[in-house]
């Protein structure tokens, strides 16, 4: 038996300490009451709460019987736990009792596997069930979440987070958000919001290659002339340009003409700067030399009281000076963490819960920051979109490329987040032409629209909720429904790992009751039969790049330049992430119908009630199957991104040179790049990849099916 983590039992007096504080605090007991009831001095006690003091046996059971709750009662139990198999929970984790459990029938699991009698096949499940009740455990374990705040950009998303989050400054009967906001593309990067001891900003710089590739997009608009480019361009970000012009003090103001008798004129100083030189390597020399990035090293900043300003104040001037640019000493971020004391967001189940605002999608939504918290299942995603437009085309694009590439949480972990703005909701009208006559009225009748677009993507049950972040001053609302969303998160893995530890429970009880048996083996067989056909895989005509390519042609032009100009690695548009998803893509298409099909003969047997007493164990081969497959996607998606990463390391050079002498060649720069691109993939090198990761699906494919036919086998 594994007893690798046996050293887990030890409880450290800190740990101990400041889990008896939590309990004492819980009970409403003060220190000095406690220390009082036991015959203590406050000091003692104090000592013993944080953990300098150790505890005799006697002295913790006085202690957790003078505080006298349930919770102190158990700690009693708890401490005598030997953990074999698990590492041992933290004190405070509410599911103690569970994990107990699952430790427990880990413990005669991994004991039978060790009987010499024991049958391979069975030996087989034995195994899976240990398996997965350890992964499950993992997942319940953690306590960390997020919620990440995803939707287009000028909707109002970020003045809902800080309604959310009570980080609002009341400034003359006038409401500001801490966050800087506008009419959209206003923050630079990612922001966090977490808690922590004091009020702080803390950034993860950008790397200086990545600062320099910005300079050079810089420096090449500022050189450019209106008719070199796309007439789509939109140019480098205004987010990033409003910083760079800040950092190198090269703005672009309005200024009073005298020639004009007064009208103001516009005046750019980065074009002025770019014509005195002859190449763009000098300007970009000179644009960092005025940045002087040497002397931008601080990376973080603490509120002290000495400022005069309140702490939500001088958060919002700092954060409005490092998102600008305009702040001497930082840098150019790639992500800005704000901590607070606390946040109005604290779940009884979460040791912490951290807030993300993204940086606002436009044209192109497919991006593969955003599209990786749709797989976390401990980030609830907020989908937020305008009233008019809800569900906006961004938010259906991005959970249509979820679905797409068998994502199948989505309904558990992601909510969508309707944004109204004054009286928006009023306008909504019924079947008759009749405007609505109150606010909640019209969401009724936006939420009917938004639930028939979410139809056509099979997801009915996606959670909406409308929020008027300028007029709603019932925030609580907001608040306890993202918090009862993480409650359903959790619950899934909780109900996830009773389940398994339940069943675990009957396929020891009835392993010798050979009624039962002989039901799991015809149930078996049924299902041997099924997939006994599935090995060959349908032809399919589509690439692994097609995904790339689509996505360029629906990019802004200067998005395309600038991937090209940094070989592919842009965060909005990134080759190695759209290949390794077209990858994907492709499995799920050869795949989806076989694995309906697979469903299909499960449900059958579940619902026959000649195997009732086989369902413990067709749930068992449906979890094994839907853990296999879910690997099988991953590992696809990491093989189409390896075996085109190194292709495009080492031989993409004529790619990126043929993509990078059409710019400033006019309209329809997209369109040659997308022909070089079609040109470079169709090559037989690379149609060759693409085959060979087709042949590496097969592969995957028939070891799924063997791992589940090995799992079906009854000895």
């Known amino acids: 038996m594994n007893t690798s983590n046996t050293i887990s039992n030890t409880i450290s007096s800190i740990e101990l ?3 008896l504080c939590e309990l004492r605090e819980k009970a409403n007991m003060k220190q000095s009451e406690l220390a ?13 709460e944080s953990g300098e003091r150790l505890l005799s046996d006697d002295e913790l059971q006085k202690l957790v019987k003078s505080i006298g709750t349930k919770e102190a009662l158990k700690l009693l139990d708890i401490r005598k736990y030997i953990w074999q198999v698990l590492p041992r929970p933290p004190l405070n984790h509410p599911d103690q009792s569970t994990f107990l459990e699952a430790e ?10 060790e009987q010499p009698d024991i049958k391979p096949a069975f030996q087989r499940r034995l195994s899976d069930y240990s398996t997965k009740i350890k992964i499950s455990v993992e997942k319940l374990l953690k306590r960390d979440h997020q919620i990440a705040f995803i939707g287009s950009i000028g909707i109002g998303k970020s003045t809902a987070i800080c309604k959310l989050t009570d980080l609002i400054i009341q400034n003359n009967g006038k409401i500001e958000p801490v966050l800087e906001t506008g009419g959209g593309g206003t923050t630079i990067c990612e922001v966090y919001i977490s808690t922590g001891t004091n009020y702080e900003i803390r950034i ?3 790397t200086d290659e990545e600062i320099h590739a910005y300079i050079r997009d810089f420096a090449e608009q500022s050189r450019a002339k209106k008719d070199d480019i796309d007439g789509e361009s939109q140019g480098i970000s205004k987010e990033i340009n409003r910083a760079l012009r800040n950092m190198s003090g090269l703005l672009s103001i309005k200024k009073e003409d005298e020639q004009s008798k007064g009208k103001k004129v516009r005046i750019d100083y980065a074009k002025n700067l770019a014509q005195k030189f002859d190449s763009q390597q000098e300007l970009v020399v000179e644009i960092i030399t005025r940045m002087a990035l040497h002397k931008r090293n601080t990376r973080n900043t603490t509120y002290h009281n000495m400022t005069g300003k309140s702490p939500l104040q001088w958060l919002k001037d700092t954060f409005v000076e490092i998102n600008n640019g305009r702040h001497p000493d ?13 946040l109005p967001l604290n779940h009884e189940e979460c040791s912490s819960i951290s807030i993300i605002d993204t940086k606002g999608t436009d044209k192109n939504a497919a991006r593969a920051d955003l599209e990786k918290y749709l797989t976390d299942l401990h980030t609830l995603n907020v989908l937020c979109s305008s009233f008019n437009q809800a569900p906006d085309q961004g938010i259906q694009f991005a959970l249509e490329r979820a679905k797409n590439i068998g994502i199948q949480t989505l309904e558990l972990n992601s909510t969508l987040l309707v944004l109204p703005r004054p009286r928006e909701a009023l306008a909504m009208k019924d079947d008759s032409g009749h405007s609505s006559e109150s606010f909640q009225e019209g969401y009724e009748l936006k939420e009917e629209q938004v639930k028939a677009a979410l139809g056509f993507l099979k997801l009915v049950d996606l959670p909406i909720y409308f929020f008027n972040a300028e007029q709603d001053d019932n925030v609580a609302d907001l608040q306890e429904f ?3 969303r993480i409650s359903e998160v959790r619950n899934s893995f909780r ?12 396929l020891i009880t009835n392993r010798k009751k050979e009624q039962i048996q002989a039901v799991i083996c015809n149930a078996g067989n049924i299902i041997k039969s099924a997939i006994k056909n599935y090995d060959k895989l349908p032809g399919i005509s589509a690439y692994v790049w097609d995904d790339l390519l689509k996505q360029i042609d629906g990019s802004h032009a200067s998005t395309v330049r600038a991937t090209i100009n940094r070989q592919g690695l842009w965060a909005n548009l990134n080759y190695y992430y759209h290949l390794g998803y077209g990858a994907r893509w492709i499995a799920v298409n050869l795949l989806e119908k076989r694995v309906a099909d697979f469903k299909a003969v499960l449900q059958m047997l579940y619902n026959n009630e000649d195997y009732n007493e086989a369902h413990a164990f067709i749930r068992q081969v449906e979890n094994a199957f839907d853990y296999e497959y879910s690997a099988l996607l991953s590992k696809i998606q990491t093989t189409g991104l390896s075996h085109f990463s190194q292709e495009l390391a080492s031989n993409a050079g004529n790619l990126w040179s043929n993509c990078e002498s059409e710019w400033g060649g006019g309209p329809g720069y997209r369109d040659r790049v997308i022909k070089h691109n079609r040109a470079w993939f169709g090559d037989s090198l690379r149609t060759g990849i693409d085959k060979k990761i087709k042949s590496e699906l097969l592969v995957e494919w028939r070891k799924l099916l063997e791992t589940i036919g090995k799992l079906i086998e009854v000895d």
């Open 17 to 19: 300490g400041s889990f």
């Open 36 to 48: 009082k009831n036991i015959g203590w001095s406050p000091a003692t006690l104090l000592r013993v």
């Open 104 to 113: 427990q029938i880990l413990q005669q699991l991994e004991g039978l596997c």
């Open 204 to 206: 993860e710089p950008c």
């Open 330 to 342: 930082f840098t150019l971020p790639k992500r800005i963490e704000i901590i607070v004391p606390s």
């Open 482 to 484: 993202l918090k009862n």
């Open 495 to 506: 109900t996830e790992l009773s389940e398994l530890i339940r069943d675990a429970g009957i």
